[in-house]
């Protein structure tokens, strides 16, 4: 909710200062340079939720994370080419200022395209939950085995998942109507994180773009995913995951 004020606060006082400097508008170029510190403000504030999904929504080794990765530079650098072209306004410079908030312009609009792309290809910070799917449910075991993957799928309802980190390991678990399972939780095609997927007659199925697997033998169903996954033993140690 908070992106669009960044965006258009800068886009705006770009716009402001290439219509000043057109018709040499003095009312036009003092907009233009209020609209800056505004628009950084929104941004540092649309940064928080941001980081928050980076480090606990976007998934690790997926293509969602590269462009995540992407769009936080390019927004990091376009925040520093307006604070910049701020600062020149400040100068005897006529039109450096105006320069690089062009730049910035450009560097901000592949970063919003990025942006929508997590959004609506990736789905991160959406909730696309499936019909009896229940509430989205996460939990953290250690590695001393004080507690098993089978103590954390209990309470899950036929056709339910829960994410589960074990170290550097995100692992599914998931009841079907024949009992509970546990599989890795990364696509093999993208990273798609599977627990946030769909599950339905013991298939489970990737999010992002399709890709099913058998969830009890981690086989391939269908594509476009060519490798299997990974499942495991719900009372295995978890020292001993993915070992």
Known sequence: ?????????LMGAWGFGVAGEVSGSKDLKTVSRYLVPAGL???LLAAVPGIIDYLGSV?????AKERATKHALLNVTSMALFSLGWLAGRTRSRYLPLALQSVGVTTL?????L???????????VDHRYANAGKWQEETLSA?????????AHGL???QMKLVHVDDNRIAVARTGKGYLAFQDRCTHKGGPLSDGVLACGTVQCPWHGSQFDARTGRVKAGPAEMDIETYDLH?????IGA
Request: net charge positive; glycine share 12%.
């Open 115 to 125: 942006g929508g792309t997590l959004v609506y290809r990736n789905q991160i910070g």
């Open 1 to 9: 909710m908070i992106v669009p004020f960044p965006f258009v606060f």
């Open 157 to 159: 309802a036929v056709n």
């Open 59 to 63: 998934p690790p080794k997926s293509s």
């Open 109 to 113: 609009s592949i970063a919003g395209w």
């Open 144 to 152: 001393d085995g004080t507690k098993t993957l089978q103590d954390a």
């Open 236 to 240: 295995k140690e978890q020292k001993k």
């Open 41 to 43: 403000a929104a941004g």
